[in-house]
Each structure stands twice: as structure tokens, then as C-alpha cells.
């Protein structure tokens, strides 16, 4: 080959680093005008919203402290105040149109990659995944009450004005605070239905009313409809005789007589502007109006009322979402205005008047409505201090300036969202969680939540879904939790463990390491020793390490003697190849390719000391120019260099850089060990395919590659595996551990299908979230007094189809 070939290319793709280098100068100028990346910043990016880690952070942890920066920033963003997060980068936060995070309890990150190719959602749907060390088990609250900087609060938030302290026992401000809020803040609780007798499904006395097909949970925005009904006395008490509905703009969307049952003792014509005359020809009966109702209602429907549980009796119905007004404006020892003493007072408007015979329901509707429509918009505090002396019949003096005192304005996440009238929603099992009860939806499993979720109309703007069913199971099958990762921990090990032999009598620990090391970091050696031949048993930091070795080192001579390298053979590795292949075909793996450096310790060890025949190597003479033989591995003659191998970022640049632009290097973080192997992350794939297809003429450079298998947010393989456990603390072998593994193959199947089970519960999740959500799916990891296991966290923000 002409030699000014491979300098031409050298300069040519020197040229290019230098123009790609001018690239990012540009993006760089342009970021800082533009902090939130609206645009796509590199070419063939989508345009929506994604999430970027820094290389130093990749590999780092993180706690429910830095999540929440995240969960705040996608929220709230520049605008709010708020800073990108300190760990990752959220390019085009103002696309972001929602969060939702589903909180699995009981899984580790061990369990995820042990149930790897089950798990085929979550692994390629989530292009960001890092480990997540757990704190405590109250994830869920700790989201929504986590603290938003004070700052950011009074921008975002502002405060009412000062409140009198003649104001802060009124009982308006005592129940619903200062803040305007949104709707669902009204919303009664289960709670107060059943304190202010609501019909209630399930309870006592209810058992023939019909219920609406409304959803579990409102937002803020479901649309309200004002109900008002009139009733006669009959022999069987006060029956229904009139029902009005109208909607949120006010219009009439269903005024029907209802011909009551039993026999009219008295119409209440008074009250009802009912005759008997107008009920004669009537043939609507209660189950008509009913029917008509739930046709009408849509399912986040919120009925508003003026003691609207009467209303809701006559109808023998049962909603889960209502605003009675009667307990909005609110009066001291539990008395209540009447509609038409707040109508006159609020609205300005007379309605039940002495010269109109009976009451009008759609005028009662109407009234309630906009009631409630009012207090929503104007707040509690304006609403009070508006009609304090109309109303509640007093008045304030002004009070000297040192004894007014400005309201503490809430910091918590959840409230400054509402605050900014966007909604949020927990659903998931009972639990302690600082949230309104309102905004709370409890279920005993699983499929009871995804149901829930899915059908809602308007999904929530932060959502938060708590999945116990398979950490209830675990806790069932091992009530210790420390056995359940012995039947994971161990299997997961061994697909970084080779078995290599036999070796000559006296073949040390330290030799094997030595020639091993070669293909990457080794963790262990345990020696086999029988009364004829020597082995080992050899356990990689990485799976590339093992992958390698069975590449490279396979029937390598070593003083005359050809070793045999191979896997272990246990039930847990019959699929080993299929993992293997999903891994290196992960989307996290997609650009990046391992590399190790041979070292000249390694030059000595194999040659100096002479543990490789001669026979294995033969160049011309059998000499190189350095005066060390080369060696022979997979038919490649190489020879190793004899000065000092510390891998560095720029020699792995200047040696890589040729086949592609390279976005990032990994080296091993600890600086106490020289760098001898990374991984190289390529712009595009087509750099990491040119490398593997030069493989040969890097090994001729003493580098050794292969396609990247372990997740490039895992330092190590073995150490998500190495742990104390209760087994280690017993002095069980990893032999004992997988013979107890296979007397729970029964509950290893059953493990596998929940897995599956819950995956596609994640699946079904997804799906229904609207686009541009942020999605988080949390495994929380476990944390006991003998052994620590991390969580996983994985993100995504959800694009368009």
C-alpha cells in the first residue's frame, strides 16, 4: 500500500476534528443565548425535549434529592428560577408538558439486569438509565413536599397581601388558607361526604342508589356542572319531583319533571313551585332522570350544589366528586349562609323571591355555579376580606404596622403547582403522603392502579404511581430479604466468570492474573487445584473482560501446554448468548466500544518469564526489533511495546479519532491504578463499526476491542453484585448459594412471569402518557442493616409517534 495513503486520511480526519471542534464553538455561543436548547443542538437529534449525563456523572449514583432538582427544573424551569440539575442536562425544558414517575418498590438494579431480556420495555424505551441509591421509603411524599427555593417561590408564587390577624382564625381562612387555588382543591374528601352525609358507595343505607362513571381523580381543569333539585313529601318522606342540570357556562342541559312514586301528601308548592296539576301528565320516573344523568355527566365531572347531599339523596344517586358551596362560604360553629343570601351578597342577583311561586332550580343551579366559579378565581383570603362585614357581619380596624404580619407562602413542590393551576395525583397503596386527599387515589395492586391511570381523560401534570404487588410478593416468598439476593447476586457474577486450565505444576495466583489482565480488569482468581492439573477460576470487573479472554487467551500455548478457556456451565447461563446479544444491542451501548491497552508488565510476564512457548510466536528470525518475541493470538502476530502503558484520554483520542468522531472516553475512576482499558463513545455507530473492522491493525498496536456490553452507567459488572449478604456472613461458597438457587426454581418462574407482568404494566403506563411527558420509573433498591442493594432510575420524556 502506498504510504502516503494512511498520512492523507490522518490529515483528512484531523481537518475534520478541527472543523467538528468549530461546530461545538458554535453550539456553545449559541447555548449560552440559549440556555434551554429550544432548538436540536446536534445534527440528527429529535428536536423534542431529551436528557443528557456528563461522562464524570454517568457513573455516579444519584439520591431522591437530586431526582427531585430534576422533576423541579422540567416543571418550573428558567422562567420559575429554577437551575438545570447538578448531574444531567434537560435540553428544551419548555416542550416538557408533564411528569409522571412510577415508584416500584422492592426491585434493585440487580433484578433489572437479571431479568434482562424479560424486562424489554423498560430496556428499550428508556434512553437514560442510572443507578439510584435509596434513602428512605417514602419516595412518594418526599416528592411532592420537597422544598422549591424560597426564591423561586416568590417568583412564581407570589403571596397575598398581608393578612389581619383578626383574619386568621375566620373559618374560611382556617379550612382553605390564603392561596388561590384550583378546583380540586374544593373538591370534598371521602371524609368530609361522609361527615356531611353523602351518599357513599358501599356504606349502609345506599345499597339501591346508582352511581355515575366517573373517574377516580379530577384535575383542575375537568369542567363543572351546577345541580339543583326540588322535591314533594310523601308517604315515604321527601321524594323528587324537578331536577335541573346546567354547565359550566351556565347553560340548561336537562330540566325534567319526575311523577314521584308513592302518594303526594304535599307538594312544598311554596318551596318547589310544584302543583299537582304540573305532575298529571308526567311519565319520567326516577331511573329515567338517572339514566340521563350518567349520559350527560362526562367522567371527570365535578357536581357543585348548594347541600347538594339532599339533591344527591332525592336522585338516589352517588358521584365521587362534588363542591357544595354551603360549605365554601363557610360560617362560624358550622352554620350555613343560604344560596340566596350569598346570591344576593356575592353575585348581585335576587333570585327565590316572594312574588315567584316556589323556587326556580335552574336559577339555583346557576346560582351555585357561579358561586363556586367565583371562589375559585377571587381566593379565599380576597373572599373573606370582600364580604367580611356583608356576609359574616363584622369588620377590621387597621392595624398598626408591627402587628401585621405577611402569610409564610407554602415551598413545597406540589402546592406551587397547584398554585400555578396545574394538577397532580398520587395513586398507589395507603400511605402517609403530603398531599391533599383529594389529589389521592388508594389500591391494593397493581392492576387497580394501571386501571385507574388509564382511565382518566386528562392525565395529571405531576402523577405519581406506586407499584407494591411484586415487593408484597417477595415479601411473602423470602421474609428475609437478604435470600432473595442470593438467587440473584450469583448468577449475575458468573457471567463475568471464565474457567481456564489446565496449567503447568507451580502455575502461581499471580501469573494467571497477569495473563489475564490483558483483557481487562480482573476482581478475583481462585485456583483449582487437583491432584494432576492445575485451573482457575477467573471473575472480570467486566463483561467485556470475559468476552475477551474467550477470544483472545483460548488455546493459547503456555509453555507448551495449550490452555482451554470457557464459561461456566450452570442452568442460570443457558441464555447467556441471548442476554449477551441484548446487551450489546442496547441503545445505551449503541456508540460505544471497549478497548484495553496491553502493558509492558504484561510484556514481561509473557515473555521474560517465559510463559509462552516459543513455539507460539514466529517472525522471520524470531526476534523483534525490541529483542522480545511476538506473540501469536487468534493467528494475529503482534508485538508488545517495551515503554510504560498508562491509557490516557488523548492517546485513546489520537489512536480512535481516525474511524469517527468521538464524543466521549470512560476511564476507570480510581486514580490510585493506572488506566488500562476505556470506553469509547463514537458520535454515530458507523465510527465504532469502522474501529471493529480494524481490529487486527489495533491489535498490531497492542489494543484489544470489542463491542461494549456492560451499561455504560456501571462502573463495574461484579460490584452491583458484590455485596454482604447473610449467605457470605453464613461462609457460603457461590456453589452453595447456586445449589440453593435451584431448590427455588419454582419461585424463580414465578419471579419471571410477575416480572413480565410488570413490565408491561410500565408498558400500558407509557403508552397512555400524553406526549412530551417527562416519564421516571423509579426501582427503589433496598437498603438493611447486613447488605445495601441500589436502585435503578430510568428516564425518558415521551415523543411523538
Same mark, same amino acid.
Request: hydrophobic share 35%; aromatic share 6%; glycine share 6%.
Given at each position: 500500500? &502506498?504510504?502516503?495513503?494512511?498520512?492523507?486520511?490522518?490529515? $483528512?480526519?484531523? /481537518?475534520?476534528?478541527?472543523?467538528?471542534?468549530?461546530?461545538?464553538?458554535?453550539?456553545?455561543?449559541?447555548?449560552?443565548?440559549?440556555?434551554?436548547?429550544? =432548538?436540536?443542538?446536534?445534527?440528527?437529534?429529535?428536536?423534542?425535549?431529551?436528557?443528557?449525563?456528563?461522562?464524570?456523572?454517568?457513573?455516579?449514583?444519584?439520591?431522591?434529592?437530586?431526582?427531585?432538582?430534576?422533576?423541579?427544573?422540567?416543571?418550573?424551569?428558567?422562567?420559575?428560577?429554577?437551575?438545570?440539575?447538578?448531574?444531567?442536562?434537560?435540553?428544551?425544558?419548555?416542550?416538557?408538558?408533564?411528569? $409522571?414517575?412510577?415508584?416500584?418498590?422492592?426491585?434493585?438494579? @440487580?433484578?433489572?439486569?437479571?431479568?434482562?431480556?424479560?424486562?424489554?420495555?423498560?430496556?428499550?424505551?428508556?434512553?437514560?438509565?442510572?443507578?439510584?441509591?435509596?434513602?428512605?421509603? /417514602?419516595?412518594?411524599?418526599?416528592?411532592?413536599?420537597?422544598?422549591?427555593?424560597?426564591?423561586?417561590?416568590?417568583?412564581?408564587? /407570589?403571596?397575598?397581601?398581608?393578612?389581619?390577624?383578626?383574619?386568621?382564625? +375566620?373559618?374560611?381562612?382556617?379550612?382553605?388558607?390564603?392561596?388561590?387555588?384550583?378546583?380540586?382543591?374544593?373538591?370534598?374528601?371521602?371524609?368530609?361526604?361522609?361527615?356531611?352525609?353523602?351518599?357513599?358507595?358501599?356504606?349502609?343505607?345506599?345499597?339501591?342508589?346508582?352511581?355515575?362513571?366517573?373517574? &377516580?381523580?379530577? #384535575?383542575?381543569?375537568?369542567?363543572?356542572?351546577?345541580?339543583?333539585?326540588?322535591?314533594?313529601?310523601?308517604?315515604?318522606?321527601?321524594?323528587? #319531583?324537578?331536577?335541573?342540570?346546567?354547565? @359550566?357556562?351556565?347553560?340548561?342541559?336537562?330540566?325534567?319533571?319526575?311523577?314521584?312514586?308513592?302518594?303526594?301528601?304535599?307538594?312544598?308548592?311554596?318551596?318547589?313551585?310544584?302543583?299537582?296539576?304540573?305532575?298529571?301528565?308526567?311519565?319520567?320516573?326516577?331511573?329515567?332522570?338517572?339514566?340521563?344523568?350518567?349520559?350527560?355527566?362526562?367522567?371527570?365531572?365535578?357536581?357543585?350544589?348548594? @347541600?347538594?347531599?339532599?339533591?344527591?339523596?332525592?336522585?338516589?344517586?352517588?358521584?365521587?366528586?362534588?363542591?357544595?358551596?354551603?360549605?365554601?362560604?363557610?360560617?362560624?360553629?358550622?352554620?350555613?349562609?343560604?344560596?340566596?343570601?350569598?346570591?344576593?351578597?356575592?353575585?348581585?342577583?335576587?333570585?327565590?323571591?316572594? =312574588?315567584?311561586?316556589?323556587?326556580?332550580?335552574?336559577?339555583?343551579?346557576?346560582?351555585?355555579?357561579?358561586?363556586?366559579?367565583?371562589?375559585?378565581?377571587?381566593?379565599?383570603?380576597?373572599?373573606?376580606?370582600l364580604h367580611l362585614e356583608e356576609l359574616w357581619g363584622y369588620k377590621i380596624e387597621e392595624e398598626p404596622p408591627d402587628c401585621t404580619s405577611a402569610p409564610t407562602p407554602s415551598h413545597r413542590f406540589a402546592d406551587i403547582l397547584q398554585a400555578l393551576g396545574l394538577s397532580v395525583a398520587f395513586l398507589g397503596k395507603r400511605a402517609d403522603i403530603a398531599l391533599a386527599l383529594s389529589n389521592q387515589q388508594w389500591y391494593s395492586s397493581d392492576r387497580e392502579v394501571l386501571a385507574s391511570f388509564r382511565r382518566r381523560t386528562k392525565s395529571p401534570f405531576l402523577s405519581v404511581l406506586q407499584f407494591s404487588s411484586l415487593s408484597d410478593h417477595l415479601k411473602r416468598c423470602f421474609p428475609h430479604q437478604e435470600q432473595l439476593y442470593q438467587t440473584v447476586c450469583p448468577n449475575l457474577r458468573d457471567m463475568c466468570v471464565v474457567f481456564a486450565g489446565p496449567f503447568p505444576a507451580g502455575f502461581s495466583q499471580r501469573e494467571v492474573k497477569q495473563l489475564f489482565c490483558c483483557c481487562g480488569p480482573v476482581r478475583k482468581i481462585q485456583m483449582l487445584n487437583t491432584n494432576i492439573r492445575v485451573h482457575a477460576e477467573v471473575e472480570f470487573e467486566l463483561l467485556e473482560g470475559a468476552m475477551l479472554a474467550l477470544k483472545t487467551l483460548n488455546g493459547l500455548s503456555v509453555l507448551g501446554q495449550p490452555i482451554k478457556v470457557q464459561r461456566p456451565v450452570y442452568d442460570s447461563m443457558l441464555d447467556l448468548d441471548l442476554n449477551l446479544d441484548a446487551l450489546m444491542g442496547d441503545t445505551l451501548n449503541t456508540n460505544y466500544l471497549y478497548a484495553v491497552k496491553l502493558s509492558q508488565h504484561m510484556a514481561d510476564i509473557k515473555f521474560k518469564g517465559h510463559i509462552f512457548d516459543a513455539k507460539?510466536?514466529?517472525?522471520?528470525?524470531?526476534?523483534?526489533?525490541?529483542?522480545?518475541?511476538?506473540?501469536?493470538? $487468534?493467528?494475529?502476530?503482534? *508485538?508488545?511495546?517495551?515503554?510504560?502503558?498508562?491509557?490516557?484520554?488523548?492517546?485513546?483520542?489520537?489512536?480512535?479519532? +481516525?474511524?469517527?468522531?468521538?464524543?466521549?472516553?470512560?476511564?476507570?475512576?480510581?486514580?490510585?491504578?493506572?488506566?488500562?482499558?476505556?470506553?469509547?463513545?463514537?458520535?454515530?455507530?458507523?465510527?465504532? +463499526?469502522?474501529?471493529? $473492522?480494524?481490529?487486527?491493525?489495533?491489535?498490531?498496536?497492542?489494543?484489544?476491542?470489542?463491542?461494549?456490553? #456492560?451499561?455504560?452507567?456501571?462502573?463495574?459488572?461484579?460490584?452491583?453484585?458484590?455485596?454482604?449478604?447473610?449467605?457470605?456472613?453464613?461462609?457460603?461458597?457461590?456453589?452453595?448459594?447456586?445449589?440453593?438457587?435451584?431448590?427455588?426454581?419454582?419461585?424463580?418462574? *414465578?419471579?419471571?412471569?410477575?416480572?413480565? /407482568?410488570? &413490565?408491561?404494566?410500565?408498558?400500558?403506563?407509557?403508552?397512555?402518557?400524553?406526549?412530551?411527558?417527562? @416519564?421516571?420509573?423509579?426501582?427503589?433498591?433496598?437498603?438493611?442493616?447486613?447488605?445495601?442493594?441500589?436502585?435503578?432510575?430510568?428516564?425518558?420524556?415521551?415523543?411523538?409517534?
Amino acid at each position: 500500500m &502506498d504510504s502516503t495513503g494512511p498520512i492523507t486520511t490522518a490529515e $483528512n480526519n484531523s /481537518k475534520k476534528r478541527k472543523n467538528n471542534v468549530d461546530t461545538k464553538d458554535e453550539e456553545a455561543k449559541r447555548l449560552k443565548t440559549d440556555p434551554d436548547g429550544d =432548538e436540536a443542538l446536534q445534527r440528527g437529534r429529535p428536536s423534542g425535549s431529551r436528557i443528557s449525563l456528563s461522562p464524570d456523572r454517568l457513573q455516579q449514583p444519584i439520591t431522591l434529592s437530586e431526582l427531585t432538582e430534576l422533576l423541579h427544573f422540567a416543571a418550573l424551569g428558567t422562567r420559575g428560577g429554577i437551575k438545570q440539575p447538578s448531574w444531567c442536562h434537560l435540553h428544551s425544558q419548555r416542550k416538557v408538558e408533564g411528569l $409522571n414517575v412510577v415508584i416500584v418498590e422492592g426491585l434493585t438494579q @440487580s433484578h433489572f439486569y437479571k431479568n434482562y431480556l424479560t424486562m424489554e420495555h423498560l430496556r428499550t424505551s428508556y434512553s437514560t438509565r442510572v443507578t439510584f441509591r435509596p434513602s428512605c421509603n /417514602k419516595v412518594a411524599s418526599e416528592i411532592f413536599s420537597s422544598e422549591v427555593p424560597k426564591m423561586v417561590c416568590s417568583s412564581v408564587c /407570589k403571596p397575598d397581601k398581608k393578612l389581619h390577624r383578626a383574619l386568621k382564625y +375566620h373559618p374560611v381562612i382556617t379550612t382553605f388558607g390564603t392561596q388561590r387555588r384550583g378546583l380540586t382543591a374544593y373538591v370534598l374528601t371521602l371524609e368530609q361526604m361522609i361527615k356531611n352525609h353523602y351518599p357513599i358507595k358501599g356504606m349502609p343505607g345506599f345499597e339501591d342508589f346508582v352511581c355515575t362513571d366517573s373517574a &377516580d381523580c379530577v #384535575t383542575d381543569s375537568s369542567p363543572l356542572y351546577g345541580l339543583d333539585c326540588e322535591m314533594c313529601l310523601t308517604e315515604k318522606g321527601y321524594e323528587l #319531583t324537578r331536577v335541573s342540570l346546567v354547565d @359550566s357556562d351556565g347553560n340548561c342541559v336537562l330540566d325534567d319533571l319526575v311523577k314521584p312514586p308513592n302518594r303526594v301528601l304535599n307538594y312544598l308548592t311554596k318551596f318547589s313551585g310544584i302543583t299537582a296539576a304540573m305532575l298529571l301528565p308526567i311519565k319520567t320516573t326516577l331511573r329515567d332522570v338517572q339514566a340521563k344523568l350518567r349520559m350527560l355527566l362526562p367522567g371527570d365531572a365535578v357536581l357543585v350544589g348548594h @347541600s347538594l347531599n339532599n339533591d344527591l339523596r332525592a336522585l338516589k344517586l352517588i358521584h365521587q366528586h362534588v363542591i357544595d358551596t354551603s360549605l365554601l362560604y363557610k360560617r362560624e360553629f358550622g352554620q350555613k349562609f343560604k344560596l340566596k343570601v350569598l346570591a344576593e351578597t356575592v353575585l348581585k342577583r335576587q333570585i327565590q323571591t316572594e =312574588e315567584k311561586n316556589g323556587h326556580n332550580p335552574i336559577e339555583d343551579a346557576v346560582a351555585a355555579l357561579e358561586l363556586a366559579q367565583y371562589f375559585i378565581k377571587t381566593g379565599p383570603h380576597q373572599v373573606v376580606e370582600l364580604h367580611l362585614e356583608e356576609l359574616w357581619g363584622y369588620k377590621i380596624e387597621e392595624e398598626p404596622p408591627d402587628c401585621t404580619s405577611a402569610p409564610t407562602p407554602s415551598h413545597r413542590f406540589a402546592d406551587i403547582l397547584q398554585a400555578l393551576g396545574l394538577s397532580v395525583a398520587f395513586l398507589g397503596k395507603r400511605a402517609d403522603i403530603a398531599l391533599a386527599l383529594s389529589n389521592q387515589q388508594w389500591y391494593s395492586s397493581d392492576r387497580e392502579v394501571l386501571a385507574s391511570f388509564r382511565r382518566r381523560t386528562k392525565s395529571p401534570f405531576l402523577s405519581v404511581l406506586q407499584f407494591s404487588s411484586l415487593s408484597d410478593h417477595l415479601k411473602r416468598c423470602f421474609p428475609h430479604q437478604e435470600q432473595l439476593y442470593q438467587t440473584v447476586c450469583p448468577n449475575l457474577r458468573d457471567m463475568c466468570v471464565v474457567f481456564a486450565g489446565p496449567f503447568p505444576a507451580g502455575f502461581s495466583q499471580r501469573e494467571v492474573k497477569q495473563l489475564f489482565c490483558c483483557c481487562g480488569p480482573v476482581r478475583k482468581i481462585q485456583m483449582l487445584n487437583t491432584n494432576i492439573r492445575v485451573h482457575a477460576e477467573v471473575e472480570f470487573e467486566l463483561l467485556e473482560g470475559a468476552m475477551l479472554a474467550l477470544k483472545t487467551l483460548n488455546g493459547l500455548s503456555v509453555l507448551g501446554q495449550p490452555i482451554k478457556v470457557q464459561r461456566p456451565v450452570y442452568d442460570s447461563m443457558l441464555d447467556l448468548d441471548l442476554n449477551l446479544d441484548a446487551l450489546m444491542g442496547d441503545t445505551l451501548n449503541t456508540n460505544y466500544l471497549y478497548a484495553v491497552k496491553l502493558s509492558q508488565h504484561m510484556a514481561d510476564i509473557k515473555f521474560k518469564g517465559h510463559i509462552f512457548d516459543a513455539k507460539c510466536s514466529s517472525v522471520a528470525d524470531g526476534k523483534t526489533t525490541n529483542g522480545l518475541p511476538p506473540a501469536k493470538i $487468534n493467528g494475529e502476530v503482534f *508485538k508488545l511495546s517495551s515503554t510504560a502503558c498508562k491509557l490516557s484520554e488523548e492517546a485513546v483520542m489520537e489512536t480512535f479519532g +481516525h474511524f469517527g468522531v468521538v464524543e466521549s472516553i470512560l476511564l476507570p475512576a480510581n486514580p490510585l491504578k493506572h488506566a488500562r482499558h476505556a470506553r469509547i463513545k463514537f458520535e454515530s455507530s458507523a465510527g465504532k +463499526h469502522a474501529a471493529l $473492522n480494524s481490529s487486527g491493525d489495533l491489535l498490531k498496536d497492542n489494543y484489544l476491542i470489542c463491542p461494549s456490553l #456492560t451499561p455504560p452507567h456501571l462502573p463495574s459488572w461484579v460490584a452491583m453484585t458484590t455485596v454482604v449478604t447473610a449467605a457470605e456472613v453464613r461462609g457460603e461458597s457461590p456453589e452453595e448459594q447456586r445449589t440453593n438457587h435451584v431448590n427455588n426454581s419454582c419461585q424463580d418462574q *414465578k419471579m419471571h412471569h410477575m416480572m413480565k /407482568k410488570l &413490565d408491561w404494566r410500565l408498558r400500558k403506563v407509557f403508552k397512555s402518557l400524553p406526549d412530551g411527558t417527562l @416519564s421516571v420509573v423509579l426501582l427503589l433498591g433496598q437498603t438493611s442493616t447486613n447488605c445495601h442493594h441500589p436502585g435503578l432510575c430510568l428516564l425518558e420524556i415521551k415523543q411523538a409517534s
